[in-house]
T-cell receptor, first 115, second 114 residues
């Protein structure tokens, strides 16, 4: 199994600023994903971080708001840009293997509060 | 469209058995996952089913019927620490580049009482 760490674990930010969240996996994974979890709700996929190419975004999420980097098979960043209070949420990084792999792991999450 | 349904809340007694159901309608299917999530923590992988039938892993078992779009998670010998949210997620096959993404249900909050 893969161990995933995220930095920062939590932050309180001012409206209009940006925050970059880092995700580190202790082994190479084919796929890395970024999710958002609003309080009391389930997980919503923001985008898939592709190594060596642009991230693939889900409906309702755009690159200008959530730019993503994935320079190698063990690391990714998600930036929440021009933040507003509606962006307050937990952001989770996830990693998994190919379709034949049967597990997908999650990082501990980054709890973001925007004032 | 994509739809995954599970009960919002359930309660059970310590030592008992509880079954959490999940029904799904998705464009593609490449496996169903169950995760446990304690409040304020990340989801923890519990089980994965891609073929019909029952998968047993200690106190937890998971069942899948692909023809019915149905799964359940069975928890035996309940303990207080099993109080958590249980998330059903389907691995879909659609998406740009053919990647396999997980679509999550809203989760079932289980409260275990003495």
């Amino acid at each position: 199994s893969a161990v995933i760490s995220q930095k920062p674990s939590r932050d309180i930010c001012q409206r209009g600023t940006s925050l970059t969240i880092q995700c580190q996996v202790d082994s190479q994974v084919t796929m890395m994903f970024w999710y958002r979890q609003q309080p009391g709700q389930s997980l919503t996929l923001i985008a898939t971080a592709n190594q060596g190419s642009e991230a693939t975004y889900e409906s309702g999420f755009v690159i200008d708001k959530f730019p993503i980097s994935r320079p190698n098979l063990t690391f990714s960043t998600l930036t929440v840009s021009n933040m507003s209070p509606e962006d307050s949420s937990i952001y989770l990084c996830s990693g998994g293997g190919l379709a034949e792999y049967n597990e997908q792991f999650f990082g501990p999450g980054t709890r973001l509060t925007v004032l | 469209g994509q739809n995954i349904d599970q009960p919002t809340e359930m309660t059970a007694t310590e030592g008992a058995i509880v079954q959490i159901n999940c029904t799904y309608q998705t464009s593609g299917f490449n496996g169903l996952f169950w995760y446990q999530q304690h409040a304020g923590e990340a989801p923890t992988f519990l089980s994965y089913n891609v073929l019909d039938g029952l998968e047993e892993k200690g106190r937890f078992s998971s069942f899948l019927s692909r023809s019915k779009g149905y799964s359940y998670l069975l928890l035996k010998e309940l303990q207080m620490k099993d109080s958590a949210s249980y998330l059903c997620a389907v691995r879909d096959q659609i998406g740009a580049g053919g990647y396999n993404k997980l679509i999550f249900g809203a989760g079932t909050r289980l409260a275990v009482h003495p």
